[in-house]
């Protein structure tokens, strides 16, 4: 699989989704290819991709970085060990 050349690569206006400030960021191929993706913190919460063929937009609706304390429970049983 081959694919195309990128080119237009923007920075645009930030956009709030899932109640975070997302970085925006848009870019198009040379088949004509629209690309725009957003995310806060190295995560992706926005992707939209338009062509001929497709055209489909995935989105956060919702976030949270509060992680109940019981969410990582060690296994009864476990031994650290080293290699």
């Given at each position: 699989?081959?694919?195309?050349?990128i080119?237009?690569?923007?920075?645009?206006?930030?956009?709030?989704?899932?109640?975070?400030?997302?970085?925006?960021?848009?870019?198009?191929?040379?088949?004509?290819?629209?690309?725009?993706?957003?995310?806060?913190?190295?995560?992706?919460?926005?992707?939209?991709?338009?062509?001929?063929?497709?055209?489909?937009?995935?989105?956060?609706?919702?976030?949270?970085?509060?992680?109940?304390?019981?969410?990582?429970?060690?296994?009864?049983?476990?031994?650290?060990?080293?290699?």
């Amino acid at each position: 699989m081959q694919f195309g050349a990128i080119s237009g690569f923007s920075k645009q206006a930030n956009k709030s989704i899932a109640g975070k400030d997302c970085s925006m960021y848009s870019w198009k191929t040379d088949e004509g290819e629209t690309t725009v993706a957003g995310g806060w913190k190295r995560i992706l919460f926005y992707l939209r991709i338009e062509s001929s063929a497709v055209g489909d937009v995935f989105e956060a609706i919702s976030f949270t970085d509060k992680i109940p304390g019981n969410s990582f429970v060690v296994p009864q049983g476990y031994k650290q060990s080293e290699k």
